[in-house]
């Protein structure tokens, strides 16, 4: 599968973007998605996952009650909805994704095998 992730962009504090992510290939539905991060001179960070199966949703500590990641088969897409955002939110995103989804591994980037291009989001205090 590949992946192209956009909607990132400058916006100030407190305020809203919505990041997507399009899949080609096959069997989108079969692949367990997640959004990571990277800020400068940090390290990758889980913001969110979706599992397959159940649509299931995880999120990091930091990002837990302002984002919201969801999907959409039919269009092969997946999205990570931010609210509330952070100066410290700015970073790199990232689009994954995996067949083999692991309860205990999910948020480990290194669980994922397909990744897409990275959406810069800046946050202006």
């Known amino acids: 599968v590949q992946l192209q992730a956009s909607g990132g962009g400058l916006v100030q504090a407190g305020g809203s973007l919505r990041l997507s992510c399009a899949a080609s290939?096959?069997?989108?539905?079969?692949?367990?998605m997640a959004w990571f991060r990277q800020a400068p001179g940090k390290e990758r960070e889980f913001a969110a996952g979706i599992r397959w199966v159940d649509d299931n949703t995880y999120y990091g500590d930091s990002v837990k009650g302002r984002f919201a990641i969801s999907r959409d088969n039919a269009k092969s897409t997946v999205y990570l909805q931010m609210n509330s955002l952070k100066p410290e939110d700015t970073a790199v995103y990232y689009c994954?994704?995996?067949?083999?989804?692991?309860?205990?591994?999910?948020?480990?980037?290194?669980?994922?095998?397909?990744w897409g291009r990275g959406t810069l989001v800046t946050v202006s205090s």
């Open positions: 290939g096959r069997s989108f539905s079969s692949y367990s």
């Open positions: 994954a994704a995996t067949l083999f989804f692991d309860s205990s591994s999910y948020n480990r980037w290194t669980s994922y095998s397909y």
